[in-house]
């Protein structure tokens, strides 16, 4: 069972459409991260969100963290080709012994047609 | 400023082969994790080191190994390699914060690694 349910899977658009992503859990999580990862690169980090209804905006990106800590949506607007990519998000999560690791979604493929 | 390395960019292996990976983290970071990310899936945790000491480790079998080296640089070492070890493996690197906090982890382009 995944801690973290992408959607959806794969998404191909035209530029300028607007688009929203989900990442969905059953557990609580006390924050929440998003990654863009392009062909040929490694995972780079968009944002994190800490607070249950915390909304942040980066350019055109708009990420949402759900009320109960759940769950985060993260909205593109007036996509464009650049945008193209692997969008993960990602949780830290508690191992025994007090440790933490960090556990990633599937991913949403978007790639975004000129 | 040079962001996190590996070496190399990809490589192909038999099966029951032997791999390792090379990792330069980030400057100023003393911290390594590794990272597995199969085709059509997030990455997994391998796992971390600091100090040159594995810190804590994912569901991964004793065939994954590592090292680090008083630079901060560290390998994976993958043993009795299998068809399902065929994967993109990254490394990200960080400044150590303890075993219950993790400061942002840089991301290098990884190592494909596809065993025939």
């Known amino acids: 069972t995944q801690l973290l349910e992408q959607s959806p899977q794969f998404l191909s658009i035209q530029e300028g459409e607007n688009l929203t992503v989900y990442c969905n859990s059953s557990?609580?999580?006390?924050?929440l991260q998003w990654y863009r990862q392009e062909p040929g690169e490694g995972p780079v980090l968009l944002v994190t969100?800490?607070?249950?209804?915390e909304v942040k905006k980066l350019k055109r990106l708009t990420f949402q963290f759900g009320d109960a800590r759940k769950d985060s949506s993260l909205h593109i607007t007036a996509a464009q080709p650049g945008d193209t990519g692997l969008y993960l998000c990602?949780?830290?999560?508690?191992?025994?012994?007090?440790?933490?690791?960090?556990?990633f979604g599937k991913g949403t493929k978007l790639t975004v047609n000129p | 400023d040079a962001g996190v390395t590996q070496s190399p960019t990809h490589l192909i292996k038999t099966r029951g082969q032997q791999v390792t990976l090379r990792c330069s983290p980030k400057?100023?970071?003393?911290?390594v994790s590794w990272y597995q990310q199969a085709l059509g899936q997030g990455p997994q945790f391998i796992f971390q080191?600091?100090?040159?000491?594995?810190?804590q480790r994912g569901n991964f079998p004793d065939r994954f190994s590592g090292h680090q080296f008083p630079n901060y640089s560290s390998e994976l070492n993958v043993n009795a390699l299998l068809l399902g070890d065929s994967a993109l493996y990254l490394c990200?690197?960080?400044?150590?914060?303890?075993?219950?906090?993790?400061?942002?982890?840089?991301f290098g382009p990884g190592t494909r690694l596809t065993v025939l």
């Open positions: 990602a949780v830290y999560y508690l191992l025994q012994g007090g440790s933490e690791k960090l556990v």
């Open positions: 969100v800490v607070t249950g209804g």
């Open positions: 080191y600091y100090e040159e000491e594995e810190r």
């Open positions: 990200a690197s960080s400044t150590w914060a303890g075993l219950a906090v993790t400061n942002e982890q840089f």
């Open positions: 400057s100023g970071h003393d911290t």
């Open positions: 557990s609580v999580f006390s924050s």
